[in-house]
């Protein structure tokens, strides 16, 4: 099936509920942890959502495996319009100079509540290149392990760029291959490489959101699009096993919270004529900002109204007000900018209509 002109509004909607997953399980669920503090709202989630249904992280890995999907799904959608020096271009400047924002602004509110040191160079060196090579210090912005994940699925994706067009099965299953190499050999990835190998295996998460694509698009057919999710589930569940043996994967399963995140994303992509809620839409265009700065921004304003403010259903708005003030001046500050960059820099790089598989009227994500 090849849908004849739509701009995917199901996946735009799910960005947004994502960010706000992520944002509900830091500042709502785990700081209450941290501080100690009671929530009733939080109380009744837990009690009557995340407990039964087994979904764990309190939505953090829910949100988290949400933009998985989405990323699979929309990142080999544009591989297939753009050329590889387009895509590199596009998506270089579409992740970095956010995240360079955010670091400064980490290092700002650290040097103004006199709470957090300057990390070290090879903190500064791990963060800003992406490269997720693991140091002895804390995380610099806590969530940049996502984008490690991400970047080594833009250079699979990269990698097999012409398959991806031609033969999608054949390009899906040298992923695989890779991807199994990878987990086989995780243990013996010493020091500084074993977690960059741990970020290789999760790319297989956006493998499923590529499958979606294939299926959507016509490009394979039903059967064959779910004995490829078959045979990526099970790569999941033995990159579980022997990458962290001792996981209770009765308790603690990130593929239950994948199962229910495949579900949403199926349903929310073949629903037809869908509007976005204005406040959804506002947090899609915001979600990559609203990501990396919600902890940054919204944790300490937590924290300085915590001693003003007892009530913390009140001081979670509060944080989620910071934080997605910070995300606003971000998106329109720095993201709106560099992606205009990337399309005046990569205006002459889009494919042939040839080479394209595209529906012809179909329009961009």
Same mark, same amino acid.
Request: hydrophobic share 50%.
């Given at each position: ?14 960005? #947004? ?19 100690? +503090?009671?929530?009733? *709202?939080? *109380? @009744?989630?837990? @009690? ?14 829910? #949100? ?20 590889? *020096? ?38 500064? =060196?791990?963060?800003? @290149? ?6 002895? @210090? ?22 097999? +760029? ?32 074993? $977690? ?6 999760? &790319? =297989? ?7 979606? %694509? ?12 779910? #004995? ?21 994967? +009765? ?14 994303? %199926? ?28 902890? $940054? ?38 993201? =709106? ?10 205006? #002459?790089?889009?494919?042939? +209509?040839?080479?394209?598989?595209? &529906? ?6």
């Amino acid at each position: 099936m090849k849908p004849s002109s739509e701009r995917f509004e199901g996946v735009g909607m799910l960005r #947004g509920i994502a960010a706000l997953l992520v944002l509900y399980a830091h500042l709502g669920a785990q700081e209450m942890d941290r501080e100690g +503090a009671t929530s009733v *709202v939080v *109380v @009744t989630i837990r @009690t009557y959502v995340t407990r039964p249904l087994n979904i764990i992280e309190d939505f953090g890995w829910f #949100g988290v495996c949400l933009f998985f999907l989405i990323s699979g799904f929309v990142i080999t959608h544009s591989i297939q319009r753009e050329t590889r *020096v387009a895509f590199a271009v596009r998506r270089m400047l579409r992740l970095y100079p956010p995240l360079f924002f955010a670091a400064g602004v980490t290092i700002l509110v650290g040097l103004g509540l006199r709470d957090r040191a300057l990390p070290p160079l090879a903190t500064w =060196v791990s963060t800003l @290149t992406l490269a997720g090579v693991p140091v002895n @210090t804390p995380p610099f912005l806590g969530v940049e392990w996502t984008l490690f994940v991400e970047i080594k699925f833009y250079l699979l994706t990269l990698l097999v +760029a012409p398959l991806l067009r031609s033969r999608p099965v054949l390009a899906y299953l040298l992923q695989a291959a890779f991807l199994c190499f990878v987990i086989y050999y995780v243990r013996a990835f010493k020091g500084a490489i074993f $977690v960059p190998a741990i970020s290789m295996y999760l &790319a =297989v998460y956006l493998l499923f959101g590529q499958i979606a %694509y294939f299926a959507y698009m016509g490009r394979t057919s039903l059967a064959v699009s779910v #004995g490829l999710a078959l045979i990526n589930y099970v790569i999941c569940v033995y990159g579980m096993y022997q990458i962290e043996p001792n996981r209770d994967l +009765a308790h603690n399963s990130q593929i239950v919270s994948l199962f229910y995140c495949m579900a949403l994303f %199926y349903g929310a992509l073949y629903l037809k004529g869908l509007t976005i809620p204005t406040p959804l839409r506002f947090f899609e265009k915001i979600s990559y900002s609203l990501y990396l700065l919600h902890g $940054v921004v919204g944790i300490p304003a937590m924290r300085l109204a915590a001693p003003y403010v007892p009530n913390y259903e009140l001081r979670f708005l509060i944080g989620l007000g910071a934080g997605t003030l910070a995300a606003w001046i971000s998106y329109h500050l720095i993201e =709106v900018r560099s992606i205009d960059v990337a399309k005046r820099l990569t205006s #002459g790089q889009r494919l042939p +209509a040839s080479r394209q598989n595209l &529906a012809p009227t179909e329009q961009p994500v």
